[in-house]
């Protein structure tokens, strides 16, 4: 209601919106949403709730089928592990079996008692290890090859100790088989629901179950009240929301919207590094992965393409500035290296071995007269991860001093996942997080000549090298042998290191128990807590 | 029989005989230079085609040449629009995008044109089966909104600058195929046409000489409006990654870039955006222009 003169001077009433109310309102407005947004926040700390940012959509929650990062970071908290990686101290732990390995061929597992499935399915037994176990075998889920292939069979030794038979030894069993591929799932809802139901309902073992998802937007899960673990978890409800853009992500923070947030964009970090912004922590751990380039090599291209030329491969390696990509990509939140084996692996050696940080564009110019190449055009792939597409953009201004064209596609995840597992481009240009804290894990399946994702480098001794490394149980000697294939791909190239990029998280600071992991599809939130 | 004269020539060449200076073609140029903006839009996108022919001698730089000693410039006498986070300078960057945003413009009007004006035109002349599918599968394209058709069709046949072209011109394609459709519907019923038949005339020759050249002028006017929309198409495809890659300069991609930069570098978001709005803007003035001058229910 406002006030104004009418043509004779006289003060009248009026009902329509002023320049006043209009600031008014927009004043109490303003106030009221300034002050609601941490009340919201507050409601969610006292309603006991959580919300945890992911960069992207989970395709499925079934771990019998392949989950890329989102959903791996969901179903960490739905289902136990059989052992557990302990980051500390890079070894696995006992989480729903005990195990030990009776002889080379022969690793004996205790369940775990007391422990119950979600949704009344009932107490876990040998019954549901044996399936998980057997399942892979027999329905040749994508673990077969990656995580399973020494297994034999598991059988039933008495009750509720397991008998896990390998056709070789096989040194990262605990980590790789127990650890990356030993999610523990319930036999009685998987054999009755079916892989695509279970994706979308899954029953695990773990400290939350699943409660809902909205494609495109969230994913609830809900405090499992019978949890193993004393007291955890800690809060009620996690609710995932799907946050694509690192910029939405952050101010989805900073309006409380959401708790805790992965990724943020590397040029907002140094503001919350040095603790400048109130009631929001930082933590940075070095991470388990590393960004990299790789080369389909003959027959997988055509044998007179310049990739296949090893002076051709070495020149863009040395052509390569790591340092300007760790300060231009990530802010400094990543680790320079020329080779697959990050700090803490058994064999890791610290970097440079052979290309310089810096690079030494001279030396490349040199290897591509020597190769006879003067320059060609370069198609490389990558994903849908921006900050990689950024990357790209760098390494290609880099190659264009040796004359190299880079032609950069990027994909969605999906089909970049298909070009790449069917060997269809010609380099790539991408991160990948290793499974597990053991080398095996950082080598076999890429250099390996069976390897999963060798595009083409038969190299017979390096496999022989790598095929030993797991047989042998003795640290030394394994440490040698990973020597000498690290030694073989710097020389040859076939896939060529950028760095180790940390893991970075924000998160409001009254919460507790929240410890950032070096590796990016791994958050556990049984013990994280409001203060 | 010697009379194969259409009508439609009748007119013209008697303006001819008449004078040249009531030529259809005069009074249309006549009409277009009396509409100030248009003239003004013509001026300014024959800069910019200009710029952008000649832009690798127009600044001193590299679109995609890394300067990080001058990254995120703000803009100087050096880089009179800045530079962005990789330094590289804004203003190069532009010019350069305006041969992608000038080249896509281009490209999607000669196959959306190219095609969908012979469509429209077969599909309205002949009728029956023919134009029922024809249509039909143009209404069908017709439904879905462009972007998404444009998102859809890029995410089969993968980013680049030709797929760009193809996938935008085939979002446009039904646009002229409607438009040719209506006009050569109403003008197969006149008499001319009528005659036409009467006298023997091959269908050809009267799609040809009777139907094109009477809607050529509506054609033109949908051909600028259309190429202001691929513009703006190419720009959203860039913006959303789909479009042209990086490290090419595209100024639908560098405004998608310049958005993690908008609090501390207004320069990388500005710039695009006044490309984009000013040449749309120019295109969309020699549209109504070309609608005045060529399109005669307009002028009523």
Excluded at chain 2, 147 to 152: D, E, N, Q, T, Y
Aim: charged residues 20%; glycine residues 8%; negative net charge.
């Amino acid at each position: 209601m406002s006030s104004k003169r009418d043509f004779k001077g006289t003060r009248t009433k009026s009902r329509g919106l002023t320049r006043r109310t209009a600031l008014q309102s927009a004043a109490v407005g303003g106030v009221a949403l300034s002050t609601a947004l941490p009340i919201f926040n507050i409601a969610r700390a006292q309603d006991n709730k959580l919300a945890y940012a992911m960069f992207g959509e989970p395709t499925g929650l079934n771990e019998f089928m392949y989950t890329e990062i989102h959903g791996s970071v969901v179903t960490t908290n739905i289902y136990d592990k059989m052992a557990r990686i302990n980051y500390d101290t890079h070894q696995s732990e006992p989480e729903i079996v005990e195990f030990k390995n009776e002889d080379p061929l022969t690793w004996v597992l205790k369940v775990r008692e007391g422990v119950k499935f979600h949704k009344g399915y009932g107490e876990l037994t040998d019954e549901d290890i044996l399936y998980c176990f057997n399942h892979v075998q027999e329905a040749g889920t994508f673990q077969k090859g990656i995580t399973h292939f020494p297994v034999v069979g598991a059988t039933r030794r008495s009750k509720n100790v397991v008998e896990v038979k390998l056709n070789t030894p096989f040194s990262a069993f605990p980590m790789v088989t127990m650890g990356y591929g030993g999610s523990v799932m319930c036999k009685a809802a998987h054999q009755e629901m079916g892989d695509q139901e279970y994706a979308r309902n899954p029953i695990g073992t773990g400290p939350f179950e699943f409660d809902s998802w909205v494609s495109g937007s969230h994913v609830i899960l809900k405090k499992n009240q019978n949890y193993w673990r004393e007291n955890q978890p800690y809060v009620d409800e996690v609710i995932y929301r799907t946050i694509v853009d690192p910029s939405v992500r952050l101010s989805s923070l900073l309006t409380g919207e959401i708790d805790i947030m992965p990724r943020p964009d590397p040029k907002d970090i140094a503001r919350f590094r040095d603790g400048s912004e109130p009631g929001i922590s930082y933590q940075s751990v070095p991470g388990w992965n590393w960004d990299y380039m790789d080369f389909t090599l003959a027959p997988h291209s055509p044998a007179d393409f310049p990739t296949n030329n090893v002076d051709v491969r070495r020149a863009i390696s040395y052509a390569i500035d790591r340092q300007t990509i760790v300060d231009e990509i990530y802010a400094g939140e990543a680790l320079v290296t020329d080779n697959p084996v990050p700090p803490g692996y058994l064999g890791h050696r610290p970097s440079p071995i052979v290309y310089p940080a810096r690079g030494d564009v001279s030396k490349a110019k040199e290897l591509m007269a020597k190769a006879g190449v003067s320059g060609f055009d370069l198609e490389v792939i990558t994903s849908d991860k921006e900050w990689l597409r950024r990357e790209c953009e760098l390494v290609s201004a880099m190659l264009s001093e040796i004359g190299i064209n880079v032609k950069i596609k990027g994909m969605d995840a999906g089909t970049y996942g298909s070009a790449w597992f069917t060997k269809q481009f010609q380099a790539d240009l991408e991160d990948i997080t290793i499974v597990s804290p053991d080398v095996d894990s950082a080598l076999w399946w890429f250099h390996h000549k069976d390897g999963m994702v060798e595009h083409g480098w038969q190299n017979t001794q390096v496999s022989e090298w790598l095929d030993e490394g797991r047989r042998e149980l003795d640290p030394a000697k394994r440490t040698n042998l990973y020597h000498n294939v690290v030694d073989a791909v710097l020389d040859d190239c076939p896939y060529i290191y950028f760095n180790h990029v940390n893991q970075v998280y924000l998160l409001k600071d009254n919460l507790d128990g929240f410890k950032a992991g070096p590796q990016e599809h791994i958050v556990p939130l049984g013990a994280v807590r409001w203060t | 029989m010697t009379v194969n004269k259409s009508p439609t020539q009748s007119p013209s060449e008697e303006g001819v005989e008449l004078g040249s200076s009531h030529s259809p073609l005069r009074l249309a140029a006549g009409q277009f230079l009396r509409h100030r903006l248009a003239v003004v839009g013509v001026v300014l996108i024959a800069l910019l085609s200009l710029s952008a022919v000649f832009a690798p001698y127009l600044t001193p730089y590299e679109p995609t040449k890394l300067n990080l000693q001058a990254k995120l410039s703000p803009p100087t006498w050096e880089f009179p629009l800045g530079t962005d986070h990789f330094g590289r300078d804004v203003l190069t960057r532009m010019l350069h995008g305006a041969r992608i945003s000038l080249l896509v413009g281009l490209g999607v009007v000669i196959i959306a044109a190219g095609i969908g004006t012979p469509l429209g035109v077969i599909s309205g002349f002949f009728g029956g089966v023919l134009d029922n599918t024809i249509m039909r599968l143009m209404d069908a394209l017709l439904t879905f909104p462009p972007l998404l058709l444009a998102v859809a069709i890029m995410g089969t046949l993968g980013p680049d600058t030709q797929n760009v072209i193809l996938s935008v011109g085939l979002v446009y394609i039904p646009v002229f195929a409607r438009l040719a459709r209506g006009n050569t519907l109403s003008l197969r019923e006149s008499t001319y046409v009528s005659a036409s038949v009467a006298l023997g005339a091959p269908n050809w020759r009267i799609i040809v000489l009777d139907v094109l050249p009477n809607i050529i002028g509506v054609i033109v006017v949908l051909v600028a409006v259309t190429f202001s929309k691929a513009v703006i198409l190419e720009a959203s495809l860039s913006f959303l990654g789909l479009g042209v890659q990086p490290p090419t300069a595209s100024w639908g991609r560098d405004l998608n870039e310049a958005r993690r930069y908008i609090e501390d570098a207004w320069w990388l978001a500005a710039f695009p955006t006044f490309m984009i709005a000013a040449s749309v803007l120019n295109m969309n003035f020699i549209g109504d222009g070309l609608r005045d001058a060529l399109d005669p229910r307009a002028n009523k």
